[in-house]
């Protein structure tokens, strides 16, 4: 296997892993942003109840459950990518053997006493 290969599927796996952290602190903000409105969301269920005045329920609401639902998608990305990365890791290590064995194949044929 050419050198270049290897390098192609090393950038692979970085690149790869380098989105997979993009998304993760992606997901991460919006699970914030979701307990951000949960709580909100709750601080204007007993404000209602106490009579005071409160935010919209209905908009709280709404946008929690698009926070959620968001959630859930970036989740199943998170999964895709991870699989992906499996994958590559996979094609990585094996293009290493495959480099290795044939490294050592060529020493074998080269001889005794050979330059490697």
Known sequence: MAIREMYRLQTRVL??????AELE?????TQIRAHHLEAELEDARMAYMMG?????????GSE???SQNVLESQREMIALVKDN?????????I?????K?????????????APE
Request: proline share 4%; aromatic share 0%.
């Open 15 to 20: 690149a790869i892993d380098l989105r997979l």
């Open 25 to 29: 602190a992606e997901m991460q903000r």
């Open 52 to 60: 005071e005045e409160a935010p919209d329920r209905a908009q709280l």
């Open 64 to 66: 929690l459950e698009q």
């Open 85 to 93: 990365r499996s994958k590559a890791r996979a094609a990585l290590m």
């Open 95 to 99: 293009a290493r053997v495959k480099e």
């Open 101 to 113: 064995r044939d490294a050592r194949s060529r020493a074998e044929s080269a001889g005794p006493g």
